[in-house]
């Protein structure tokens, strides 16, 4: 099992529409995937069909202990692609949570748990934490339930102000909370036909990031807002469009790294149980 969170604490740069159209391109790909909206504003869960009423339990009542993830788990209109839906309940807990020990663990927490009883979420290939544009206490936690981190950016010189805020979280979750997370790659987004100053940024990004970058770049596209007022994925309605194709060769890249992750596999488990046992 893979689980990524796609962070970046700038909005608007393609976070939600990489974490759907990704994990509907793995989904199509009969990997199983399970979307957590990780967002008050529940983009994904709009995207991926849903209209986010208070009232339906969402990943909130998961923070909040009301609930068990497993039973929150909806299918969405793509075979083998679940999602864990949010709505603007979830803005509350991060202010509920910011007093509470173990505050930086709950949500990895609930996903070992649920694990360990079997639960459907044992089944899934790939968990996709969509998060959203901060770096609060819901994004550390994000980072504490995943093993793998994906960055959506905007090639742009001021995209690249506040990336090392970012990179300084990645680093308090590997040494202060012990927790081994790390960038499997910057994902370049919104490319333009005129590249600009891509390559001069792209080998500051490097050099950030360690080299991590993934190849394909995602080019800037109407199709997503298009998708967006459908609530579909681009590979729903525009199959042929530049926009599925870019997403067809991130997902194609995302699939050749599964054998080196396999090594990994069962080990987070361990990792994360110990951790428990260890800090709370
Ligand atoms: N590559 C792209 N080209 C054009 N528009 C895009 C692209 N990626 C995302 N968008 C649009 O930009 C807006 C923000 O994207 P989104 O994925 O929601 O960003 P984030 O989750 O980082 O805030 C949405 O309206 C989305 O449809
Ligand atoms: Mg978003």
């Avoid at 979280?169 to 997370?181: D, G, Q, R, S």
Wanted: aromatic share 8%.
């Amino acid at each position: 099992m893979r689980i990524i969170a796609v962070i970046n604490q700038k909005g608007g740069v393609g976070k939600t529409v990489t974490a759907v159209n990704m994990g509907a391109c793995l989904a199509l790909h009969n990997r199983r995937v399970l979307i957590v909206d990780f967002d008050p504003q529940a983009n994904s869960s709009l995207l991926l069909g849903r209209n986010t009423s208070l009232d339906e339990p969402s990943v909130y009542d998961v923070m909040a202990g009301n609930i068990n993830p497993e039973e929150i788990i909806e299918e969405t209109s793509t075979k083998n692609l679940f999602l864990m839906p949010s709505n603007l309940n979830l803005a509350e807990a991060e202010i509920d949570i910011v007093e509470r020990p173990g505050r930086e663990i709950i949500l990895a927490e609930q996903l070992i748990s649920s694990i360990d009883r079997g639960s459907v979420i044992a089944g899934f290939d790939y968990i996709i934490i969509d998060c959203s544009p901060s770096l609060s206490i819901l994004t550390v936690n994000a980072l504490m339930a995943a093993r793998e981190i994906f960055i959506p950016m905007q090639m742009t010189y001021f995209a690249l102000k506040g990336a090392d805020h970012l990179i300084n979280i990645v680093e308090l979750v590997n040494e202060e909370l012990e927790h081994p997370v790390s960038i499997t790659g910057v994902i370049p987004t919104f490319f333009e036909k005129d590249p600009g100053d891509y390559e001069k940024v792209l080998e500051e990004v490097k050099e950030l990031f360690g080299g991590a970058v993934f190849e394909t770049v995602i080019h800037r596209s109407t199709a997503y807002d298009k998708a967006a007022a459908a609530q579909k994925t681009v590979f729903e309605i525009m199959p042929e469009s530049d926009a599925s194709w870019d997403y067809r060769n991130l997902t194609q890249e995302v699939i050749k790294m599964e054998q080196e992750e396999e090594g990994d596999r069962g080990e987070k488990k361990g990792f994360l149980s110990s951790l428990f046992k260890k800090t709370y």
